[in-house]
C-alpha cells in the first residue's frame, strides 16, 4: 500500500536526488544522452543493440564527440570502421544523427534503414567481433604493449574485445 509500483525507484538503479532549492539533478547521476568519458568508459564493444556488437559504444563515442567529453577516445577509429564497412554506414552520416539526442531505439531504427543486413549476418559479424585479434605484427605488437602496461600478468586477453574491456577499466582507476 502507499504509492503506486511506477513511483519506486528501479530496484537496480540509484534514484536521482533533487537538490532542496534549485531543483537540479545530483551529479552522481550521469547523463547518458551525452556521456562525458573524460569521466568514465563508454559501454563495453559486448554490449549489443539490435544484435550489433559494438553499436551502444560507438554511440557513446559520437555523443562524448559532439558534447566534447572524449578524453582519451576517438571516434572513427579503427573498431568504429569495422562497423561502418560492415553496415555500409557512412561516419560523416552517423555522427549528426547520433547527437540529436535520439533514442538508442530510435538509433537502431536509422541504422537499420540504411542498411540490407540480415539478423544472421548481424549475429555472425557480431560474434566475429567478439573473437578478432591482430592479424599482423603490428597489431600483436600494439595489443602485447597496452596489454603489458596495463595487466602484465595476464593470459587470458585473447582479443580486441578482452583487452578493450581491460583498458577501460584500467583506465578509470581499475586494477588489472
Given at each position: 500500500?502507499?504509492s503506486s509500483?511506477?513511483?519506486?525507484?528501479?530496484?537496480?538503479r540509484?534514484?536521482?536526488?533533487?537538490?532542496?532549492a534549485t531543483?537540479?539533478?545530483?551529479?552522481?547521476t550521469p547523463?547518458?544522452?551525452a556521456?562525458?568519458?573524460t569521466?568514465h568508459p563508454p559501454?563495453?564493444?559486448r554490449?549489443?543493440?539490435g544484435?550489433?556488437?559494438?553499436?551502444?559504444?560507438?554511440?557513446d563515442?559520437?555523443?562524448a564527440?559532439a558534447?566534447?567529453?572524449?578524453?582519451?577516445?576517438?571516434?572513427n577509429?579503427?573498431l568504429?570502421?569495422?562497423f561502418?564497412?560492415?553496415?555500409?554506414?557512412?561516419?560523416?552520416?552517423f555522427?549528426?544523427?547520433a547527437t540529436?539526442?535520439v533514442s538508442?531505439?530510435?538509433?537502431?531504427?536509422?541504422?537499420?534503414?540504411?542498411?540490407?543486413?540480415?539478423p544472421?549476418?548481424?549475429?555472425?559479424?557480431?560474434?566475429?567481433?567478439?573473437?578478432?585479434?591482430?592479424?599482423?605484427?603490428?597489431?600483436?605488437?600494439?595489443?602485447?604493449?597496452?596489454?603489458k602496461?596495463?595487466?602484465?600478468?595476464?593470459d587470458?586477453?585473447?582479443?580486441?574485445?578482452?583487452l578493450l574491456?581491460?583498458?577501460?577499466?584500467v583506465?578509470?582507476?581499475?586494477r588489472?
Amino acid at each position: 500500500m502507499g504509492s503506486s509500483p511506477s513511483a519506486q525507484p528501479h530496484p537496480r538503479r540509484p534514484a536521482a536526488t533533487r537538490a532542496p532549492a534549485t531543483g537540479t539533478t545530483d551529479l552522481r547521476t550521469p547523463n547518458l544522452s551525452a556521456p562525458d568519458l573524460t569521466a568514465h568508459p563508454p559501454r563495453s564493444v559486448r554490449v549489443r543493440l539490435g544484435g550489433y556488437a559494438h553499436l551502444p559504444r560507438l554511440l557513446d563515442k559520437a555523443r562524448a564527440s559532439a558534447a566534447s567529453k572524449l578524453g582519451a577516445y576517438h571516434y572513427n577509429c579503427p573498431l568504429d570502421k569495422q562497423f561502418f564497412t560492415f553496415t555500409g554506414l557512412n561516419a560523416d552520416a552517423f555522427l549528426p544523427e547520433a547527437t540529436k539526442g535520439v533514442s538508442g531505439t530510435q538509433m537502431l531504427a536509422w541504422v537499420r534503414a540504411r542498411t540490407a543486413r540480415l539478423p544472421a549476418e548481424i549475429e555472425a559479424w557480431s560474434d566475429w567481433l567478439m573473437r578478432h585479434s591482430p592479424g599482423g605484427s603490428d597489431g600483436h605488437q600494439w595489443m602485447a604493449t597496452t596489454l603489458k602496461a596495463a595487466a602484465p600478468d595476464r593470459d587470458d586477453i585473447r582479443g580486441f574485445a578482452d583487452l578493450l574491456d581491460l583498458d577501460d577499466y584500467v583506465s578509470f582507476g581499475g586494477r588489472g
